[in-house]
């Protein structure tokens, strides 16, 4: 367990020193700005603007920190033997990858809370007073970014290139944005051949728009605790596949 | 190890599809599904926006793009029948992306019914429709097809009164705002006008251009209130059948240069208010205001002269350049005996005269490039009692500042086509 955390906040430093981390920070912070520049278009609906466009780029930073960093975070000491010289340790293979990915993940949710801060003071100046609902949307995206990190580095795993490992994963974070559709058109489909594939995209893919709180929490009825609950553990559970599928990968893999 | 996290990575699999069920059944977005999404330009950035993620987002720069179309120019392709013909579309695009966007659906539909460039009712009402079927707890929307349906009745006074209720409603457009407060001021209501202007300003919004629009239309509106030319509701003389009795009782037999105080000394004892009584001087004592039309700047006098032989009812245009224009004036149309159509009946009719002393109510349409057309329909006759000659259109013609641009002859007809009934 101690091989675990000290592996995770290792990992944790070294991509908050990374170069990549405080550009992708950066452009983070001028995207809050921007929104509440065009935000001025939008009239009376200045205040929404600014929420959403504010969550939706941090969405995005997350994102591409946590596919950024997930898929290099292993691959690289692949390349350069320095995964040797952790293994060389009585480190099992399996802490090796939850740490990497822990670590790399609190980095993320780091640079999210700090975007959030400065978002909620935006807000609150122009007399935001939702925080409640604010910090659920948040950890909604927080939960998205950990699903598409571990998937990420599954990728990066099996498929063994930085590029390719990338380009899987944004394909699937598009399409986790349509199993609704996909099993609405599995459930039209007469077609076997056509079925069974979507369905089975349907239900391998993860369900992203289910994260999107921040674009539904205005319905009435909104979802209620039980929502929040499922949505934890199938956070949880993805997650867990995907690390799970990832150390049987790492285990098989010569360093 | 390889064994363990298979058999881990199942367990959890199916921990996941589990909780996806669970996740599913205990609550559904409310996205229309992209199937719905509105198609036309901007269908690519919607479906790609969309794809991200980020369908509130999306509809906010729907919304931003549905307000640069509403508040630029139309374009030259549309037809008048047509002003701002993507507006529906533009406005469904946004609701499409979110349904929950509720100032969206006001603010197409106020534009859609009460924009007097566009007036497309139908088109508010599927609008205004399908935000009570997405909002049902959002009352506005139901407020406004209550003000729709008022206006489809022609019963403005209802809808004015079901629009201004809704003023204090948070998630009130401006854009219904201003227009409420034009029609006001179209009507002549200054005072009512004033106040939704004002309320405006006093709703703390901070957007530089409505508020710069909000403090002209207010300099504005105190201008026309404080000019002593302007004639308004308050000018309305509203005798009953018992009070008009008893003004013929006491004012008929009189003399003819005695009349006109007598009008006014009568009015004044049955309580007219002293803007009535002012039009009667204007037109010395000949004459009381019954009913007004507002257009623009330039309103219909419906006024009554209770003197006249023949005929008690004439039309006035006030509040334009000159103040008051007498349609039955034969003069200004001295020049249409220069038509071909007009030169003919009168080579066979020399005494055929332009009968304009009841011109009835106008046809009132919007000039192309801004202020009103006013159509008057007067006969062609030999006598009072002789039988029409001829029908001909009289068109009055005033720009958006009220100035009168010229009398013109509109059309020459055998038979009457529009009404000429009373106001």
């Not at chain 1, 100046?125 to 599954?154: E, F, I, Q, S």
């Not at chain 2, 349904?99 to 603010?107: E, L, N, V």
């Not at chain 2, 004639?231 to 008893?246: R, S």
Request: charged share 20%; glycine share 8%.
């Amino acid at each position: 367990m101690d091989s675990l955390k000290s592996i995770a906040a290792c990992s944790f430093k070294e991509i908050l020193r990374q170069k990549a981390y405080l550009v992708v920070l950066l452009f983070g912070l001028i995207l809050l700005g921007g929104a509440l520049i065009v935000s001025v278009l939008a009239q009376q609906e200045r205040l929404r603007m600014i929420l959403d466009l504010g969550l939706a780029a941090g969405e995005l930073i997350g994102l591409v920190l946590a596919v950024f960093t997930s898929v290099n975070l292993i691959l690289r000491e692949l390349e350069s033997r320095t995964v040797q010289l952790v293994l060389a340790h009585p480190v099992h293979r399996s802490h090796y990858i939850l740490g990497r990915f822990l670590g790399a993940w609190a980095a993320v949710a780091c640079a999210m809370a700090l975007m959030a801060a400065l978002h909620l003071g935006l807000l609150a100046l122009y007399g935001w007073r939702g925080t409640g609902v604010y910090v659920l949307a948040w950890l909604c995206t927080l939960g998205k970014t950990a699903v598409m990190a571990a998937l990420a580095l599954l990728l990066s795993l099996a498929l063994s290139s930085p590029a390719a490992a990338m380009a899987f994963t944004l394909f699937l974070w598009m399409l986790g944005h349509f199993t609704a559709e996909m099993r609405f058109l599995a459930e039209r489909s007469g077609s076997f051949l056509l079925k069974w594939p979507l369905l089975l995209a349907a239900f391998t893919t993860p369900d992203l728009a289910r994260f999107d709180y921040r674009d539904f929490w205005s319905a009435a009825p909104g979802p209620g605790a039980s929502w929040f609950l499922w949505l934890a553990l199938y956070t949880a559970a993805y997650v867990s596949t995907a690390l799970a599928l990832s150390c049987q990968l790492f285990s098989q893999k010569e360093v | 190890m390889s064994r363990r996290a298979l058999a881990a990575a199942a367990l959890c699999a199916g921990v996941a599809l589990y909780a996806g069920a669970g996740l599913r059944a205990s609550f559904t977005p409310p996205f229309p599904p992209l199937s719905q999404l509105v198609r036309g330009p901007f269908q690519a950035q919607d479906l790609h926006l969309a794809a991200m993620g980020v369908r509130a987002a999306a509809a906010d720069i729907a919304w931003v793009q549905l307000l640069q179309y509403a508040g630029g120019e139309p374009a030259p392709t549309e037809g008048p029948g047509r002003r701002y013909n993507m507006l529906k579309d533009m406005t469904l695009r946004v609701v499409r992306l979110d349904s929950r966007f509720q100032r969206a659906y006001a603010f197409g539909a106020a534009m859609l019914a009460w924009d007097t460039e566009v007036q497309r009712p139908d088109e508010a009402l599927d609008i205004l429709q399908e935000g009570i079927r997405n909002n049902p707890d959002y009352g506005l929307l139901r407020l406004m097809v209550a003000a729709l349906a008022y206006k489809k009745q022609g019963d403005v006074p209802r809808m004015m009164g079901i629009l201004e209720s809704s003023l204090d409603d948070p998630a009130c457009p401006l854009l219904m705002k201003a227009i409420l407060a034009n029609i006001h001021k179209e009507r002549g209501e200054y005072a009512a006008a004033l106040a939704v202007w004002e309320n405006m300003l006093a709703s703390g919004y901070d957007d530089a251009s409505y508020r710069e629009r909000a403090h002209r239309q207010i300099d504005d509106i105190h201008r026309l209130s404080a000019s002593p030319d302007m004639v308004g509701p308050d000018a309305i003389w509203p005798a009953t059948k018992a009070v008009l009795d008893k003004f013929d009782a006491q004012c008929r037999r009189m003399s003819i240069p005695d009349t006109g105080h007598c009008l006014v000394d009568f009015m004044a004892g049955a309580g007219a208010k002293p803007a009535a009584l002012a039009f009667t001087r204007r037109l010395e004592g000949a004459g009381y205001l019954r009913a007004l039309e507002c257009h623009g700047r330039v309103s219909v006098a419906y006024v009554t002269y209770p003197f006249r032989a023949n005929s008690n009812e004439g039309v006035l245009l006030v509040n334009g350049r000159p103040p008051l224009v007498d349609v039955s004036d034969p003069d200004r149309m001295k020049d249409f005996w220069q038509d071909a159509r007009l030169k003919a009946i009168r080579s066979r009719n020399p005494e055929a005269e332009i009968w304009a002393s009841d011109p009835g109510r106008p046809k009132v349409a919007r000039r192309k490039g801004g202020g009103w057309r006013f159509v008057f329909m007067f006969p062609v006759r030999t006598c009072r009692a002789c039988a029409d000659l001829a029908r001909l259109n009289a068109a009055f013609d005033f720009d958006a500042r009220g100035g009168v641009l010229g009398i013109f002859l509109d059309g020459v007809s055998g038979t009457a086509s529009t009404s000429s009934a009373k106001p």
